[in-house]
């Protein structure tokens, strides 16, 4: 796979299975933009990582929920790079609850941005790969996306919309050469899940055929296949990289 020439947004580039994307992109020549909210330091990190490793990256700091500053960043991104070929919608947050007890707050946060921030950043790169009649889109979905669980409503509504998201621009874009896929992981050993009681993880674990967490390099990897030319004929498809958790 080669990306020579290629320019790849990564929203929440700056760690876990962004940063692990951002890592996987750069490698294999594309110039990345690794997009933070709140850690410009962990960004930074990530961007000398690219760097350090021969390749070229740069850190744009917006919200993906709010719809003014994803648009400002994209036309900066766009009037310093000339195009955008890849996009990433990766950042994601949790607020977990039992849905008696989940507040109109927590809904709307992880809506806003895991839904809604994938919304913002596709608008903004709609246009501009429309014209260059080239693009690929990755949706950074959820194997709870697929399944449901308890205590995630949110995240599960979140991410099951970014499957219907995903599968009518596929259908609306394919015409001008623009693919748009997914990827949905499954139990991966980042921040979003180190916080998880042992006896929660010993439950998922058990849930598990392979036996085990992935890492963010499993799912970089199949990131990496939907953005290349390899998958030219590939749109509207899911990858679920979840050890056989789920199979969708
Ligand atoms: P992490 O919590 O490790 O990282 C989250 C990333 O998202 C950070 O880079 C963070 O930026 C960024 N981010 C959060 N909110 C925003 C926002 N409003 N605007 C821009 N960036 C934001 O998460 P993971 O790496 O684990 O998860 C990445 C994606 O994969 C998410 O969409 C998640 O739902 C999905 N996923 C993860 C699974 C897992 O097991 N880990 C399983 C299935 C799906 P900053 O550093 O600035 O805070």
């Given at each position: 796979m080669d990306l020579t020439g290629k320019v790849a947004v990564v929203t929440g580039g700056s760690?876990?299975?962004?940063?692990?994307?951002?890592?996987?992109?750069?490698?294999?020549?594309?110039?990345?933009?690794?997009?933070?909210?709140?850690?410009?330091?962990?960004?930074?990190?990530?961007?000398?990582?690219v760097v350090k490793a021969g390749g070229k990256a740069a850190v744009y700091q917006f919200n993906v929920a709010d719809s003014a500053a994803v648009e400002h960043a994209f036309k900066k991104i766009l009037e310093d790079y000339g195009h955008i070929d890849i996009l990433v919608n990766n950042a994601g947050i949790t607020r977990d609850g039992l849905f008696m007890k989940m507040k109109e707050e927590d809904w709307d946060l992880v809506l806003d941005t895991n839904?809604?921030?994938?919304?913002?950043?596709?608008?903004?790169?709609?246009?501009?790969?429309?014209?260059?009649?080239?693009?690929?889109?990755?949706?950074?979905?959820?194997?709870?996306?697929?399944?449901?669980?308890?205590?995630?409503?949110?995240?599960?509504?979140?991410?099951?919309?970014?499957?219907?998201?995903?599968?009518?621009?596929?259908?609306?874009?394919?015409?001008?050469?623009?693919?748009?896929?997914?990827?949905?992981?499954?139990?991966?050993?980042?921040?979003?899940?180190?916080?998880?009681?042992d006896s929660v993880k010993e439950i998922i674990l058990n849930e598990i055929p392979m036996k085990s967490m992935g890492s963010a390099d499993d799912v970089a990897a199949a990131v990496a296949f939907l953005a290349s030319d390899e998958a030219r004929y590939i749109t509207g498809q899911f990858i679920h990289v979840n050890g056989g958790m789920f199979m969708g």
């Open positions: 760690r876990g299975i962004g940063k692990a994307v951002s890592l996987r992109l750069g490698g294999l020549g594309a110039t990345v933009v690794i997009n933070y909210v709140s850690r410009p330091d962990a960004a930074q990190e990530t961007a000398d990582q839904l809604k921030g994938a919304f913002n950043c596709i608008k903004a790169v709609n246009r501009p790969m429309m014209k260059q009649r080239a693009g690929s889109i990755i949706n950074i979905t959820s194997v709870i996306g697929f399944a449901g669980n308890a205590g995630q409503a949110n995240y599960a509504a979140a991410k099951a919309g970014l499957v219907g998201l995903t599968r009518s621009l596929a259908k609306e874009l394919a015409s001008r050469n623009i693919r748009v896929n997914g990827v949905a992981p499954g139990y991966i050993d980042t921040d979003m899940t180190r916080d998880l009681a």
